[in-house]
């Protein structure tokens, strides 16, 4: 038995604490409350006492939506038309990242988002990389398979091969990280593929996530059949046509809304989207930094909200991001719904901090599991050092939002187990940025080629 005493605790399904303490007992969490005096029986008990200090304690933080695998290209596709981007990414993934490199670029995403508190991920991977270093770093986490097949002439074999990787996926899985599929996004999946695989995740219990409604490109080829995506689809000799009034209407005439979804961006939506996705009870991801970056707009979040639809926090790959910060991704999340608006009073900060743990653990069915500090929870733990990048703290849920993005975690665990102790990563691969630099050199090298 553990007991973590910080300066504040921040349980999220309770107000915060202040000389809080986390008591935690077989991996999972048994108390919290104040810190209890040294003579109170009730919390007297055998275990190890941890000082945390001046810190704010709160549960690990969620990131509904990862990349792992592209780490290395950070900052390497920078200021590029978004179907371009798409195109340059593909060419040099496939020409010069094999699995050893993809591997390790994986891991170092991890090393990074562990660092700043992440301890679950939802990982939309092709190689299948993301799920071997989730399972070798000890985090908690989905691997979504990718598949993809814009023909519908090809659907029959885009499926065997996705049953077969899946296949070979779950028999790797653990209790912390699981599998599910990803029909990757319209332009480069076909409505008969999407419907292929809502019957086979509804059939086989497979969560699903797709990226969807996240570009002016896509709303294109979807509504009209025509712009760049449609261009490029055309030039491999596949029939292009409007396929529907939105994405979302698309996806709903698929089957894929009804197998509850992870809906990855849902930049483009209107309200008769937005009330389909919450009919259907699908939940999305919000990735406010990429879709600014890629100058794809600004979700409307508080309408998604406010239809009741679940809304977790995603980094996106650092590809389109360049960090993986999710409290800093959680302050952006206010920052543009505030400036979208222009209200100084809504989201704020303790709904932002809901969005990077209890809801993104709600959007991939863990909140039983993780999310919020309470009796009976699994041990995933952050804490964070408030110290002079962060005092005063006379809000500790505002200072989470607003001081302590870019600010190490001091201490991680996931189900009781320290990843993070001191503000040091436990178990350090010392070479990994050596092999990860080298796999970079090799991208400038086929660049400048």
């Not at 926090?313 to 400036?339: F, P, W």
């Amino acid at each position: 038995m553990i007991s973590y005493h910080a300066r504040w605790v921040i349980p999220i399904s309770a107000p915060p604490i202040e000389y809080g303490t986390v008591v935690v007992d077989d991996g999972r969490i048994a108390r919290v409350g104040a810190r209890p005096r040294a003579t109170n029986g009730q919390w007297a008990h055998d275990g190890t006492e941890v000082d945390l200090g001046d810190a704010l304690l709160m549960p690990g933080l969620v990131n509904v939506h990862t990349h792992l695998d592209l780490t290395v290209m950070r900052g390497f596709l920078e200021d590029l038309e978004f179907t371009q981007w798409i195109r340059r990414l593909t060419e040099a993934k496939r020409t010069v990242l094999d699995r050893d490199r993809l591997l390790d670029s994986a891991r170092l995403g991890l090393v990074e988002g562990v660092c700043h508190g992440i301890t679950t991920y939802a990982d939309t991977c092709d190689s299948a990389v993301a799920h071997d270093a989730m399972v070798e770093a000890g985090v908690r986490g989905i691997t979504y398979q990718e598949v993809f097949g814009p023909d519908p002439a090809r659907c029959t074999e885009s499926l065997e091969e996705l049953k077969s990787r899946v296949a070979a996926l779950r028999s790797r899985e653990t209790p912390l990280v699981k599998v599910g599929v990803s029909p990757h996004a319209p332009y480069s999946v076909s409505d008969a593929l999407f419907a292929a695989v809502a019957r086979y995740a509804r059939q086989d219990t497979l969560p699903v996530a797709i990226h969807i409604a996240e570009s002016e490109a896509e709303r294109v080829l979807v509504e009209d059949g025509d712009g760049p995506f449609a261009a490029r689809l055309r030039q491999r000799g596949i029939g292009v046509a409007p396929r529907a009034r939105s994405s979302i209407e698309l996806l709903r005439n698929a089957g894929i809304l009804d197998v509850r979804t992870l809906l990855i961006h849902c930049v483009r939506v209107d309200s008769g989207d937005i009330a389909d996705i919450a009919r259907s009870r699908s939940a999305v991801a919000h990735c406010p930094v990429s879709n600014a970056k890629l100058g794809h707009g600004t979700s409307p979040l508080l309408d998604l909200l406010a239809a009741g639809v679940t809304v977790g926090i995603g980094s996106d790959s650092v590809a389109s991001n360049n960090r993986m910060d999710l409290l800093g991704e959680a302050r952006s999340a206010i920052l543009s719904q505030r400036a979208r608006v222009g209200r100084h009073d809504v989201l704020c900060a303790r709904d932002a901090l809901s969005l990077a743990t209890i809801d993104g653990a709600r959007a991939l069915g863990l909140d039983r599991e993780i999310g919020s500090l309470e009796p009976g929870k699994s041990a995933d733990l952050a804490a964070f050092p408030l110290d002079s990048r962060v005092m005063p703290v006379h809000d500790p849920e505002a200072a989470a939002i607003f001081a302590l993005p870019g600010v190490p975690a001091s201490l991680v665990t996931v189900a009781g187990r320290e990843l993070v102790r001191d503000g040091r990563l436990i178990k350090a691969d010392l070479a990994l940025a050596g092999r990860v630099e080298v796999a970079a050199r090799a991208l400038r090298d086929w660049s400048g080629a």
